[in-house]
């Protein structure tokens, strides 16, 4: 029998819906929200009432491109945690509601899962087990995926994701809302190895990047004189704005490569421990050209067989969400409708 899955999601700033047949992604539609750009940041009030505005537009434009209509539709899948609890209501009231009317199961998504499984969505697929290093604004972790069901996370973040990083170094920058890629584009213009950033000395495969911040943070108010906070080092706001302006290829070049050598180490020192050599990026993060650059190259020289989503599937996307639901729905893992979202949630 057919399986026809509706995703959505909701876990952010990006309204999605997806459909799915059989394990093939029919339709991803995105709408994004330009409203943030002049805070600088995610509003969440802001967030959720646009969720509100976009999700039917959205998921009747995903059922046309698909060319699907809602009897057809076997379950619907949504984004169940984590993310903002406001975004994630809208999603998950919508998902309920459509599948209490359709008479048809609910599936509960987890976010970061989804990111690991959106290296499944390609016809070249890892085969079990392989690594996955997820990485983006809100989480950094390496999963180890023995399933598409079952997943075990090896390391992740103590303090700050990857993502953040990057976003708070383009604010200390005075880059625009959202930097991260900013920081792409001018790395690539820039020398790597021209400022030295510390790389962190965590136990075992978790993570930490509130140190590297703290460095960035009083190298630029130092004018690039030191990584460490002492009154007589600090400049002037204007001699930091003119350092900064004389030297901000360099720079971006140099915090992209540290945080790309902090995660890449980290991925390697799994490999070795558990002998997995099938090797998955995955999450927003792993949209930057710095990092896939140096993932593949990492792989080559360990002979990995590595694996990178389109970029379509490295945002927050619903075709993530819809190939995730497909799985669950073979594995029976279907939820009631009192089902709850959430903020934070584990594995």
Same mark, same amino acid.
């Given at each position: 029998?057919?399986?026809?899955?509706?995703?959505?999601?909701?876990? #952010?700033? $990006?309204?999605?819906?997806?459909?799915?047949?059989?394990?093939?992604?029919?339709?991803?539609?995105?709408?994004?929200?330009?409203?943030?750009?002049?805070?600088?940041?995610?509003? =969440?009030?802001?967030?959720?009432?646009?969720?509100?505005?976009?999700?039917? =537009?959205?998921?009747?434009?995903?059922?046309?491109?698909?060319?699907? $209509?809602?009897?057809?539709?076997?379950?619907?899948? %949504?984004?169940?945690?984590?993310?903002?609890?406001?975004?994630?209501?809208?999603?998950?009231?919508?998902?309920?509601?459509?599948?209490?009317?359709?008479?048809?199961?609910?599936?509960?998504?987890?976010?970061?899962?989804?990111?690991?499984?959106?290296?499944?969505?390609?016809?070249?697929?890892?085969?079990?087990?392989?690594?996955?290093?997820?990485?983006?604004?809100?989480?950094?972790?390496?999963?180890? #995926?023995?399933?598409?069901?079952?997943?075990?996370?090896?390391?992740?973040?103590?303090?700050?994701?990857?993502? $953040?990083?990057?976003?708070?170094?383009?604010?200390?920058?005075?880059?625009?809302?959202?930097?991260?890629?900013?920081?792409?584009?001018?790395?690539?213009?820039?020398?790597?190895? &021209?400022?030295?950033?510390?790389?962190?000395?965590?136990?075992?495969?978790?993570?930490?990047?509130?140190?590297?911040?703290?460095?960035?943070?009083?190298?630029? &108010?130092?004018?690039?004189?030191?990584?460490?906070?002492?009154?007589?080092?600090?400049?002037? $706001?204007?001699?930091?704005?003119?350092?900064?302006?004389?030297?901000?290829?360099?720079? #971006?070049?140099?915090?992209?490569?540290?945080?790309?050598?902090?995660?890449?180490?980290?991925?390697?020192?799994?490999?070795?421990?558990?002998?997995?050599?099938?090797? #998955?990026?995955?999450?927003?993060?792993?949209?930057?050209?710095?990092?896939?650059?140096?993932?593949?190259?990492?792989?080559?020289?360990?002979?990995?067989?590595?694996?990178?989503?389109?970029?379509?599937?490295?945002?927050?996307?619903?075709?993530?969400?819809?190939?995730?639901?497909?799985?669950?729905?073979?594995?029976?893992?279907?939820?009631?409708?009192?089902?709850?979202?959430?903020?934070?949630?584990? %594995?």
């Amino acid at each position: 029998m057919s399986v026809c899955i509706l995703a959505i999601e909701s876990s #952010c700033d $990006e309204t999605s819906a997806s459909v799915c047949r059989d394990g093939v992604i029919l339709s991803n539609v995105i709408a994004t929200q330009s409203v943030h750009e002049s805070f600088g940041g995610v509003v =969440p009030e802001l967030a959720s009432r646009a969720h509100m505005q976009n999700i039917v =537009p959205v998921v009747d434009e995903a059922l046309k491109q698909a060319g699907v $209509e809602l009897k057809e539709l076997n379950a619907i899948a %949504f984004t169940q945690a984590p993310g903002l609890i406001g975004s994630l209501l809208v999603g998950a009231q919508f998902a309920k509601s459509l599948s209490l009317a359709l008479n048809i199961p609910l599936i509960a998504v987890h976010h970061m899962q989804a990111h690991v499984i959106a290296n499944l969505i390609p016809e070249e697929k890892p085969s079990f087990p392989f690594l996955c290093l997820t990485v983006s604004g809100g989480h950094t972790q390496i999963v180890l #995926c023995e399933s598409a069901t079952q997943m075990k996370v090896l390391g992740e973040t103590i303090d700050d994701a990857a993502g $953040e990083a990057f976003d708070k170094t383009a604010k200390l920058l005075g880059l625009p809302y959202p930097g991260g890629p900013l920081i792409d584009k001018y790395a690539q213009l820039g020398n790597p190895d &021209r400022f030295k950033f510390p790389e962190p000395q965590i136990p075992d495969l978790n993570f930490s990047f509130s140190g590297l911040k703290t460095s960035i943070l009083y190298f630029l &108010r130092n004018a690039g004189t030191s990584l460490v906070y002492k009154e007589e080092f600090l400049k002037t $706001e204007e001699e930091q704005k003119q350092f900064i302006a004389e030297n901000l290829n360099d720079i #971006c070049a140099s915090v992209q490569q540290r945080i790309v050598s902090i995660l890449l180490n980290k991925l390697k020192k799994a490999s070795q421990q558990t002998g997995v050599k099938q090797i #998955c990026l995955a999450g927003g993060v792993s949209a930057n050209s710095g990092l896939r650059k140096a993932f593949t190259e990492m792989g080559q020289r360990h002979h990995w067989k590595t694996f990178i989503p389109a970029f379509e599937y490295c945002t927050d996307n619903a075709g993530m969400i819809a190939m995730t639901g497909y799985y669950k729905y073979l594995a029976n893992d279907f939820v009631s409708l009192s089902v709850s979202p959430g903020a934070r949630a584990t %594995f």
